[in-house]
C-alpha cells in the first residue's frame, strides 16, 4: 500500500515538521512494515510554471521531428514575453497548455536547464513530459484533461498562465510504501493507516466514512442475492445525467498515480479513489448495459465470462458472480464484465459532442475473503479488488463507500443522484471476546493494569466492559481479531515491543541437547572435517525420481507420504530417501562447472506404514494431555534420520606432490565408516545389491545390535543407467546411513580414548586368499584373533599377479599393537600377531604370504 504523506495529513493533524522517515518509526513501532519512504520531488526546484502554446513552426531537415514553439509564461519569465523552446514531443498543439520549466530551474536527478542553442534555434527552457518531472508516465485516456498520451503533459484549460506547477501537480510529497500482511487488510486503504497512524501519535482522527447516508428504501434499483453466505452485504445506488467529458481532476490524479494507480476516466477513478480512501473496493456499471435486477450467485460450471481485461473465461461452479438477466455481467470481488463497462467521453467527429456513459449504478458489496480467494487464484486474476477482500473488508463501511462515491460523482460529474437506496444485508450480530484483564499482562510479563489495556482495545476499535473479566466487542473492520491471543498482542504492540523485557529463560539444571542431537552434530561435523559440503534439500520429491533410480515396486521406500497441498504437482511426496536432493544438487553444481564434488546432508525421510491414524485438532488454551500427545504421534509416519553423501570428480587434487585421484566407490564406504565412527560404532561392510548402486560394486554396511548383525545403510559406486537417466557424470557414488540405527547399535555416549604414555609395536602381515573372498572377512578375522592388544588395523595393498597364482588375491595389513599398563615386547607383538594369522587362515583359508 503506497501512502502519500500529503493524503495522510487529511486524516491526521501531523505536526507540520513531521517527515516521512518519521511517519515511518511511529508505523514500524505499532507494528506496521514500511518498507520504503519515497521522496517525489527531491532536488526539484523552479520556475516551473503554466504555460500556453503560442505557435509551433516544424523544424526539417532532421532525423526526427522538432518543433520550434512560443509558449505564453506570463509575468514567470521576468519579461512577459512569449518563451521560445525547442521540443522534440508532438502530442501537444497551439493553444494547449502545459508545464514549461524555464532557465535556472533543476528537475529532479539534477537535471539543470539552461538557455542553449539546438537544432539551429535558441531554446529558452523545456516543456515538460510526466517523466522529466518523476510523475512516472502520464499517460492515460484522459488526453483532454491532462491525462496526455506517453509524453508532455497537457493541462486542462481552466488553469491561468503562470501559476507554479509544482504545487498544481504536487510534485514534492513523500510516499510510504507499505508491506500489509494478511491479518492486517484494514491498512490496504487510508482510512486504515490513518487509524493507526493516530494511534501512534496519540491524535484524533477524522474518519472519512462518517458520512450521512440515506436509510434504504423501496425505490433503489433491484437486487437479488442468492448467496447470503457469499454475499452478506450489497449496496446499491444509481447516478444518472453524468457528463460524458467529464474529466479526473488533477488532484485525483495525482493522488492515484502516487498510489501506484493509473487514472482511466472519472467513474472509474472515483470508484478507486474511495476504494483507496475507505478501503471498500466498488464498482461502477453502465446502466444502459444492465438487463433487469442484479444478482449475485453461483456460477453454473461452464459459464463464460468476458472481464475488464479482455479474457474470455471459463467460470467454475465455485465462482460467486454478480448477472443480470442475460447471465453473469462480473466475478464478484475480483473484475468486473466487458459487457457493463463505463465507456470514457468519446468526441464524435462530426457533431463534436461528447459520448459515452451517462447513467450509473453503484456497486457496493461484502463478500465471503475464502470464496474471493479461490476465485482469484483459479483464474490467475490478482486484483485490488481482490487483494482486499481476501483479506477482510469492514462490512459496514459499504454504504459509506457507496455515498462518497455517489457525492463525487455529482460533484466532479454534474450527475444527479438517485433517490433509491437498495441494501440486502444478511443480519449478523456483533462479534465479542471474553478477556482475563490480567491476560495481555501474563503473556508479555509486563505489568500493564486493566485501564492501559482497555485504552489500548479503544484505540484500535473494540468496546470493552468489564473489571477483571473483560468483555469485548470487535470492531467489524478488523476480522483478524478472533481469541484473547490477539487482543493481547494489539496491547503489546501498541505499548511497544521495544519495551518488553529481555529476560534469559531459566532451564532446569541437567537439561541440554539429548544424545540423539549429539550425535547429529557430530556426524556433520566429522563429513564436513572430511572434506564434504554440507547441501540442504527441500524433502519433496516424486515417483518418478525412483523410477530413474530403478526402484522396485515393491522396496519399502516405494512407501511414500503425499502431500495434499504439495508445492509442485512433479513432487508430491514427502521423501524416503536422501539421495535423489542429494543428486540434484550435484547435477546442478557439476553443469555450473564444479566438477570435483563431494557433498553430505543429515535430515528426516518420512516412510508410510499404512497403520498412522487421523489426527485430532488440539486446543490452544491448555497443554496437551499425554494420551492427546500419543495420539499425535499415532497419525505421524516413521521418520527415520540419515545421513547421505554423493560424491564425482577428483577426491585429491593434482599438484607438485603428485596425480589428482578419482572418487571411486571405497570413498563412499569410508564416508560411512566416518559416520559410524561418531556413534562408536565398527562397520561390517559386506557386498551387496542395492538399487540404485552398481551391482558389482555396492556394499552392505552392518553394524551389531544387541548381539546380532543389523543393516544401516549402503555405499557404493552408481548403476551406469542410473547415471544415463540423471544426466550425472561418470563413476558416481552415493552412501546412505541410518543415524538412529547405528545409536542403536553404539555403546551409549561417546568417552574420551585412553591415551597410552607406551610405544606402539607395527606388525605387517600379507596374505594370499581366494578373490572371491571379501576383505572384510579377513578383516573381521584378523581382529578377532589380535585379541585386546590391538589397536588398530589398516589394509594397505591389495595385489593380483602370477606371484600370487590364478583366482588368487594378496591382502597387506598394518597391525598396530599397545599395552596400556607396559611396553610390548618383541615376543608380545609377535605372538598376538600370529595368533590374528592362525584366526584367519581358520575362518577364511588365508595363506601366510612370503
Not at 486503504?189 to 447516508?213: C, K, N
Not at 450480530?429 to 510479563?445: E, F, M, Q, Y
Not at 492501559?452 to 468483555?471: F, K, S
Not at 598394518?814 to 608380545?828: M, S
Request: hydrophobic share 40%.
Amino acid at each position: 500500500m503506497r501512502v502519500p504523506l500529503s493524503w495522510l495529513r487529511e486524516y491526521v493533524d501531523l505536526p507540520a515538521t513531521e517527515t516521512g522517515r518519521d511517519v515511518q518509526a511511529k508505523l514500524i513501532a505499532v507494528g506496521l512494515e514500511v518498507e520504503t519512504v519515497e521522496r517525489l520531488g527531491e532536488g526539484l526546484k523552479g520556475p516551473l510554471v503554466v504555460g500556453q502554446v503560442l505557435t509551433i513552426e516544424e523544424l526539417e531537415g532532421f532525423k526526427k521531428p522538432i518543433r520550434f514553439c512560443t509558449v505564453d509564461v506570463g509575468q514567470a519569465n521576468g519579461t512577459g514575453e512569449p518563451q521560445e523552446i525547442v521540443c522534440g514531443a508532438r502530442n501537444f498543439a497551439v493553444g494547449d497548455k502545459v508545464v514549461v520549466v524555464l532557465p535556472g530551474a533543476v528537475l529532479p536527478g539534477d537535471f539543470k536547464i539552461a538557455a542553449r542553442k539546438t537544432y539551429g534555434k535558441k531554446s529558452h527552457g523545456m516543456i515538460c513530459s510526466g517523466d522529466e518531472l518523476g510523475m512516472g508516465d502520464w499517460g492515460s485516456p484522459q488526453t483532454e484533461s491532462g491525462g496526455g498520451t506517453h509524453g508532455i503533459i497537457v493541462l486542462p484549460p481552466e488553469y491561468e498562465v503562470g501559476t507554479d506547477a509544482i504545487e498544481l501537480l504536487e510534485l514534492v510529497d513523500e510516499v510510504l510504501d507499505i508491506a500489509v500482511t494478511p491479518d492486517r487488510g484494514y491498512c490496504l486503504s487510508m482510512r486504515g493507516v490513518a487509524r493507526e497512524t493516530a494511534t501512534a501519535y496519540g491524535l484524533p482522527l477524522r474518519d472519512p466514512a462518517l458520512l450521512d447516508v440515506p436509510p434504504p428504501n423501496s425505490a433503489g434499483y433491484p437486487v437479488q442475492v442468492s448467496d447470503p453466505l457469499g454475499c452478506d452485504r450489497f449496496t446499491a445506488r444509481t447516478v444518472s445525467g453524468l457528463n460524458p467529458g467529464a474529466r479526473s481532476p488533477l488532484w485525483m490524479q495525482r493522488r492515484l498515480q502516487k498510489a501506484g494507480m493509473r487514472p482511466v476516466s472519472l467513474a472509474v477513478d472515483i470508484t478507486n479513489y474511495v476504494m483507496l480512501e475507505l478501503g471498500q473496493p466498488l464498482h461502477a456499471y453502465d446502466r444502459t448495459g444492465v438487463d433487469g435486477p442484479i444478482g449475485v450467485r453461483r456460477a453454473t460450471a461452464g459459464e463464460k465470462l468476458t472481464t475488464l481485461d479482455g479474457t474470455k473465461r471459463v467460470l467454475d461452479a465455485a465462482d460467486l458472480v454478480i448477472t443480470d438477466n442475460r447471465g453473469p455481467i462480473g466475478l464478484a470481488g475480483v473484475m468486473g464484465g466487458a459487457n457493463t463497462e463505463i465507456a470514457g467521453g468519446i468526441t464524435d467527429p462530426e457533431t463534436g459532442e461528447q459520448r459515452g456513459t451517462t447513467d450509473v449504478v453503484i456497486e457496493a458489496a461484502h463478500f465471503d475473503a475464502l470464496s474471493i480467494a479461490r476465485t482469484a487464484r483459479r483464474h490467475k486474476l490478482s486484483s485490488e479488488a481482490a487483494k482486499r477482500f481476501e483479506r477482510g473488508v469492514d462490512p459496514e463501511a459499504a454504504s459509506a463507500a457507496a455515498q462518497r462515491t455517489v457525492d463525487l460523482l455529482v460533484l466532479l460529474a454534474g450527475g444527479t443522484a438517485g433517490e433509491g437506496v437498495t441494501e440486502v444485508v444478511t443480519p449478523r450480530g456483533p462479534r465479542t471476546i471474553t478477556l482475563s484483564a490480567d491476560h495481555p499482562d501474563k503473556v508479555a510479563g509486563v505489568a500493564y493494569g486493566r485501564e492501559t489495556v482497555v485504552r489500548r482495545l479503544q484505540q484500535v476499535g473494540c468496546d470493552a466492559y468489564g473489571q477483571d473479566e473483560l468483555v469485548v466487542t470487535v470492531p467489524s473492520w478488523r476480522p483478524d481479531l478472533s481469541d484473547p491471543n490477539d487482543l493481547a498482542e494489539e496491547v503489546i504492540r501498541l505499548e511497544g515491543y521495544e519495551n518488553l523485557p529481555s529476560t534469559l529463560p531459566k532451564p532446569p539444571a541437567g537439561r541440554g541437547l539429548t544424545e540423539r542431537q549429539r550425535l547429529h552434530r557430530r556426524v556433520g561435523r566429522a563429513l564436513a572435517g572430511a572434506g564434504y559440503v554440507e547441501a540442504l534439500n527441500y524433502p519433496f520429491t516424486g515417483s518418478h525420481v525412483l523410477d530413474q533410480l530403478g526402484i522396485e515396486p515393491d522396496d519399502p521406500r516405494r512407501a511414500a507420504v503425499t502431500l495434499v497441498n504439495p508445492l509442485s504437482d512433479e513432487e508430491p511426496d514427502l521423501r524416503t530417501t536422501l539421495i535423489p536432493g542429494l543428486l540434484n544438487a550435484l547435477r546442478r553444481n557439476y553443469g555450473r562447472g564444479t566438477h570435483d564434488l563431494a557433498l553430505f546432508e543429515t535430515g528426516p525421510v518420512f516412510r508410510a506404514t499404512g497403520d498412522e491414524q487421523p489426527a485430532s485438532r488440539l486446543v490452544v488454551d491448555r497443554r496437551p494431555t499425554d494420551d492427546e500427545i500419543a495420539s499425535l504421534d499415532a497419525s505421524l509416519p516413521q521418520q527415520p534420520r540419515r545421513a547421505a553423501v554423493v560424491l564425482a570428480g577428483g577426491r585429491e587434487q593434482a599438484g607438485w606432490w603428485g596425480g589428482a585421484r578419482p572418487a571411486i566407490w571405497a570413498d563412499a564406504i569410508e564416508a560411512g565408516r566416518t559416520v559410524a565412527r561418531e556413534a562408536g560404532v565398527e562397520l561390517i561392510v559386506r557386498q551387496d545389491q542395492y538399487a540404485p548402486f552398481h551391482p558389482g560394486r555396492c556394499a552392505a554396511l552392518l553394524a551389531v545390535a544387541d548381539g546380532e548383525e543389523i543393516l544401516v545403510g549402503n555405499a557404493g559406486e552408481l548403476h551406469p543407467r542410473v547415471i544415463k537417466a540423471l544426466s550425472l557424470p561418470e563413476r558416481t557414488c552415493a552412501m546412505e546411513i541410518d543415524l538412529d540405527r547405528l545409536e542403536r547399535a553404539g555403546a551409549g555416549p561417546l568417552r574420551a580414548p585412553k591415551i597410552s604414555a607406551f610405544p606402539v609395536a607395527t606388525q605387517d602381515v600379507a596374505l594370499v586368499v581366494d578373490e572371491a573372498v571379501p576383505a572384510a572377512e579377513v578383516e573381521g578375522a584378523l581382529r578377532g584373533g589380535a585379541g585386546e592388544l590391538l589397536e588398530s588395523l589398516r589394509l594397505f595393498d591389495v595385489f593380483t599377479g602370477e606371484q600370487v597364482g590364478a583366482g588368487k588375491k594378496s591382502l597387506a595389513y598394518a597391525l598396530r599393537f599397545r599395552a596400556a599398563d607396559r611396553t610390548l615386547t618383541a615376543e608380545e607383538a609377535s605372538a598376538a600377531r600370529d595368533a590374528a594369522v592362525a584366526a584367519a587362515v581358520e575362518r577364511t583359508g588365508a595363506v601366510l604370504r612370503g
